[in-house]
């Protein structure tokens, strides 16, 4: 039997998340999230988002956990999900007007990353949103000591990952 897979970071950051796409999916569209993971974040948004449709997606060895989280949401929005590496050379999609991906970008490989970002203009309508959230490095540095510790772990763990650093800023 499998058991519900659950995330602590997840539940931690949750509200602050919905505060943010609340206003960026303001309007009925679907929202394709990339590495759904435990499938906690399309059944939470789904409840507090009715006008959205949510299209869970991740590897093929997360797909019966977030199946778990929705027999249980029982959520006519929340769309069944579908099996998505961002390695895969054809997307199950062609029209995305909105993505989420919630901390994922430093648990994948430089190499994945890459290929995520090239993959977005061949899958996304040019005036879709997107929503990243997770550890970042602003122009070089750590946002807190909690995250210089988080990346040293996780290149321990795999020399491939790290929290991503970028030059842009947000306003989130």
């Excluded at 990339?34 to 869970?56: D, K, M, N």
């Excluded at 991906?101 to 430093?106: D, I, K, M, R, S």
């Excluded at 190499?111 to 061949?122: K, W, Y």
Aim: overall charge negative; hydrophobic content about 35%.
């Amino acid at each position: 039997m499998t058991h519900k897979p659950f995330s602590q970071a997840f539940e931690n950051n949750k509200d602050p998340i919905l505060q943010v796409i609340r206003t960026v999916f303001s309007q009925p569209t679907t929202v394709w999230e990339i590495g759904s993971g435990t499938g906690q974040h399309a059944c939470y948004f789904v409840r507090h988002l009715p006008h959205v449709e949510w299209q869970p997606t991740d590897r093929s060895a997360y797909i019966s956990g977030i199946c778990l989280w929705q027999e249980e949401a029982q959520s006519a929005n929340l769309k069944p999900p579908l099996t998505l590496d961002v390695t895969d050379t054809v997307w199950p999609c062609n029209s995305i007007d909105a993505l989420f991906t919630a901390n994922t970008l430093h648990i994948i490989s430089r190499d994945e990353e890459q290929i995520f970002f090239a993959r977005l203009p061949v899958t996304m309508n040019a005036k879709a949103s997107i929503c990243i959230y997770g550890p970042f490095n602003y122009n070089g540095a750590y946002t807190s000591d909690s995250n210089a510790r988080f990346d040293q772990w996780l290149k321990s763990q795999n020399t491939l990952c790290g929290i991503v650093s970028t030059v842009c800023s947000t306003n989130h």
